[in-house]
């Protein structure tokens, strides 16, 4: 565990979260420090941080799968052509009750109001670390 | 500070799955009073080879183990398949997996190591388990088979899993479509310990009114056991046809067929009939019931001729009821949710609920964590009126339920 400057400026915790290789597809890890349980993932190239409680009632957020948001193709007259997976956007699944949120804002995808917290990651030597 | 690696997809514990569970009931101090789980599930089919063993007629037991496999659904005769999509296309990955969960030893039989695995996560001291394909069953053509699943399912489980832990209660299903056949399930069945009470799952069309179920409902009431009403779904439902989406099924079809059956009970006068016999209405939510009492209530006031058996109000006959808790709607409101609980005398009707492992269940914290109750109701809820109305003792006092209510 390290110590340095964080976003807001103030002290920020360091959490080692694993080696870089190690996310693979379908892989997460979870750090907890005291009552923070922070899951982490890769999704592409770029890692992601949040707290691994649903807004919901708790579950493992960061424990569930990672799949595109769903969107309807509308035609002209506004008849449905199509439903298909999102090309821009992912959404992470809680494994509980299904609640999604968007994997690049932590944003539920019903209510964009409501959304997780987000915790910065750095990458350092080909490993991973959270700020907390 | 701890390191845990996840690999989504691959194998369930439900001891993992279920951790922050765990975490909550100790927050919350569940520790400290009874917990009763009124509906919750285990998959019958899984233990599908044991149960055929129990069918008595050797027709329908060579049947049940056609082919050399033992199979419940499928391409079995047994139980009617249900289109559905419980699992969100896999985003409920449980659903997958839950085959591949690992009991330790076969001391213990594996339901009830899981049963109790789920228990001891979310904080609950007593569980009422029901099956899950066999919701429906009630829509099998052939009578015979309902009454030869029912009774093979009441014996493997009175036999096989009831007795190994005193937790885990059991509302014996009811072969519904034979009156005769269901009355004998329960002259049969009533003493058995772990049974507290007999369930009717909703999807079906038999009306409950009808007087070929008054001997049924007589020997409930004498016999101090609870009639639940489970509720479930079904896109074959030709009103329910039209919906394109499992989300739209599913929200209409538990509160539709549990509206139906619980007119039925009230309009028909069945609580003057059966004063005494205390029924739970299972799994749809809670806000049907005031939609219910209001419509009800309403046309009552003006066509009372058509109810001649009634000494009040529907909605007075409907709050006398037991409900069951989950899917509790929780849509922001919190002034509707308080007034459906004052509507429905909460205090002294409500019964918590997880319906555990399905896709919408609820853990203890839906009741513990409202704003707008006291830890005395919150207790009652969570517990003390499931004590009270199946003669639960206290897992706490070990006592008689409610004993420790004082302390509060």
Redesign the interface.
């Known amino acids: 565990m390290k110590v340095s400057e964080g976003e807001t400026g103030r002290e920020a915790v360091e959490l080692f979260a694993g080696k870089a290789h190690e996310y693979g597809e379908g892989s997460r890890k979870v750090v907890r420090d005291g009552e923070t349980e922070i899951g982490v993932f890769r999704v592409d190239e770029t890692f992601y941080a949040y707290d691994n409680y649903c807004l919901h009632q708790g579950g493992p957020v960061c424990e569930g799968v990672i799949i595109g948001k769903v969107e309807a193709v509308l035609d002209e007259d506004g008849g449905v052509i199509e439903e298909r997976f999102s090309y821009s956007e992912n959404h992470i699944v809680c494994p509980w009750h299904g609640w999604e949120y968007n994997v690049v804002t932590g944003e539920c995808a019903t209510d964009r109001r409501m959304r997780l917290k987000r915790y910065e990651v750095v990458l350092r030597g080909g490993e991973v670390y959270v700020l907390c | 500070?701890?390191?845990?690696?996840?690999?989504?997809?691959?194998g369930l514990d439900t001891r993992e799955?279920l951790?922050?569970?765990s975490r909550?009931a100790e927050d919350r101090g569940y520790s400290n009073f009874t917990i009763v789980d009124v509906d919750s599930h285990h998959y019958e089919t899984e233990s599908w080879a044991e149960i055929a063993k129990y069918i008595e007629s050797p027709i329908i037991r060579h049947l049940a183990g056609a082919g050399g496999v033992s199979k419940l659904t499928g391409q079995s005769s047994l139980i009617p398949s249900q289109i559905g999509n419980q699992d969100?296309a896999?985003?409920?990955?449980?659903y997958r997996m839950r085959s591949l969960e690992k009991a330790e030893g076969k001391d213990v039989h594996r339901d009830v190591q899981l049963i109790r695995r789920a228990m001891s996560m979310m904080g609950i001291d007593y569980t009422i388990i029901f099956p899950t394909p066999m919701l429906n069953l009630g829509m099998h053509p052939q009578v015979e088979m309902e009454v030869a699943v029912a009774r093979a399912y009441a014996r493997w489980i009175t036999e096989e899993i009831l007795p190994a832990d005193p937790t885990i209660k059991t509302m014996l299903y009811l072969p519904f479509n034979d009156p005769e056949a269901s009355l004998k399930l329960v002259e049969e069945f009533a003493d058995r310990p772990g049974v507290v009470g007999f369930m009717v799952t909703t999807v079906r069309y038999r009306p409950v009114h009808h007087n070929s179920y008054m001997k049924i409902y007589a020997a409930l009431e004498e016999r101090g056991l609870p009639l639940g009403f489970h509720a479930a779904y079904s896109w074959q439902e030709r009103a329910m046809e039209q919906l394109n989406k499992f989300i739209s099924v599913h929200a209409l079809g538990f509160p539709f067929y549990n509206m139906i059956h619980l007119t039925n009970w009230v309009i028909n006068g069945l609580p003057e009939r059966f004063p005494a016999l205390k029924v739970v209405w299972i799994e749809s939510g809670l806000a049907w019931i005031p939609f219910l009492m209001q419509r009800l209530d309403n046309e009552y006031m003006m066509r009372s001729s058509e109810a001649p058996l009634l000494q009040k109000r529907p909605s007075e006959y409907m709050r006398d009821f037991y409900y069951s808790s989950q899917p509790m709607e929780q849509t922001g409101n919190m002034e509707v949710l308080k007034m459906t609980f004052e509507m429905i005398d909460a205090e002294n009707r409500l019964l918590y609920s997880s319906d555990y492992p399905h896709?919408?269940?609820?853990?203890p914290?839906?009741i513990y964590d409202l704003p707008f109750l006291d830890e005395r109701v919150k207790r009652r809820i969570l517990g003390g009126n499931a004590c009270e109305l199946f003669g639960l003792e206290d897992a706490k006092t070990r006592g008689p339920a409610g004993e420790n209510r004082e302390r509060v």
């Open positions: 500070m701890t390191l845990r690696s996840v690999e989504v997809g691959e799955l951790a922050h569970a909550q969100l896999g985003r409920i990955s449980r896709w919408d269940f609820d853990l914290s839906v």
